[in-house]
């Protein structure tokens, strides 16, 4: 057997015959090739950059070389994404979302042949589900884009491109050597605040000030997704007969699930970029003639009548309920349900109802004991969320609660009235605060 330092590869290298691995690449040359790749811009950020301080040790866990990150923009036709019917839109996210992943994954190919290491993770999904419901996505690609001056977040949290609009779809390749010249955010804000985004969101996730509510959001669009799929499931499991089932689940949702199953999960709305004006090549029509621009995309999507999922007595509920009169609510199961304690004081911020918080200022002391350990202040004032890791200030109200029993109550396992009456939940102070507290995470 050849010895490995006698190896013919072995052997190339210490002669040189094989090529010298690059400790960087030129940025124009990078450029053409991801644009060759497929994508309609791109940019270029070195990881050590400030921006990516709450990505990196992601990064660095995904892919252990990585020097630098390539911000991967692919556009969808507007008019697709701005029609009311749904098949035609999802279509659209589909085709650019496998676009996107196609070009990351030519880029790296490209790379790899001039010897260079990259990896490509996906835009969206797979994601690493048994992070669920925590983070499960590689890195966030909104950051990194605005970083790498692919434009700027608008109103409505996407990011708008400066020529494109938000029509774009964003991925991202990780690099193992250093890029000649880094880009930059790009001076202006291309949103142009019309509040469209707000009007035309089905639920009333975006409000006009710039909060977005998540679970609003997640419990409507992403009917079909991790979350709602989980709740489906469990109304099939609780069904004892098919008419006990299909009293709560129609037809047309049984046959909308099989499809998300079998051609990829569709979104419910996305009305927030089909309403976006903003864009050098998209802003024309709503320039010439705002009314007509209304007109023409919003009101079809205000006046589809349609199903909306919504989180029973949330925001959500009293929104549609007073805005849109004419599309039937569903209540529906819980889409965020904490694993772990870790998980509660993270989730909380996207859980929250601001609208029924309203009337409410109260600072909470909670201490959990027993299997997970954990101290969190929580303060709920002008219809705000402040959440605290550890103990700070004078508190409305001590609650004091196993972190099992306190899981089991998140997860509606178990009541509050069982739960204090077996010591595994104790309150100091007055329990109305406590009531208040759950009605603001319904
Ligand atoms: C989780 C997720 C969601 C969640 C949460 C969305 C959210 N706002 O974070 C849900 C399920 C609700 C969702 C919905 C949608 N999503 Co999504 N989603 C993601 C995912 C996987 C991670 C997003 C993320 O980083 N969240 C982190 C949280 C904490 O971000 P955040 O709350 O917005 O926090 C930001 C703000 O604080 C912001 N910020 C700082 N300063 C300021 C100032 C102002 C004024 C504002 C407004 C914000 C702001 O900076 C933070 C960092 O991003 C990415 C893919 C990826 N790997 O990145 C796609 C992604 C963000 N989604 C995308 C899309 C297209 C959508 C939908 C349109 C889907 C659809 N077809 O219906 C909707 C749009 C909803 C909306 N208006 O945000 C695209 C956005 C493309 C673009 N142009 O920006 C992405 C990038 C996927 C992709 N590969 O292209 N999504």
Redesign the pocket.
Known sequence: MTKFNEHPTVVAIRDKSLPVVQESISATELRSLCIEAGAADVGFVNLERPEMDAERDDIVRIFPGTESLISIVCRMNPDSVRSPARNIANHE?HETGDE?NDVARRIVSALAMRGIRAVNPP??FPMEMDRFPGKM???????LAVAAGMGH?G?????IHPKFG?F????VVLISIKVSEESQPIHFNPCLTCKLCVAACPVG??SPD?D?N?SS??TH??REFMSGFTDWVETVAGSSRPEQYRNQVTDAESASMWQSLAYGPN?K??Y??SACPAGEEVIRPFLENRAAFTADIVKPLQQKEETIYVQPRSDAESYVQKRFPHKRIKRVGAVLRPVSIRGFIKLMQHGFQPGCSKGLSARYHFRFTGEEAAECTVTIQDQKLLVQEGIHGSCDIRVTATSRGWLRLLRKEASIGWLLITLQVRIFGNPALLAAFGRCFP
Request: net charge positive.
């Open positions: 996210f996107v835009m969206a996505w590689s890195i966030s690609l909104k950051p977040m109103l409505h949290r996407n990011v938000n774009i779809l964003l991925g996730a975006i710039g977005f998540f959001c997640y669009n992403y979104y709305a996305a927030c970029l």
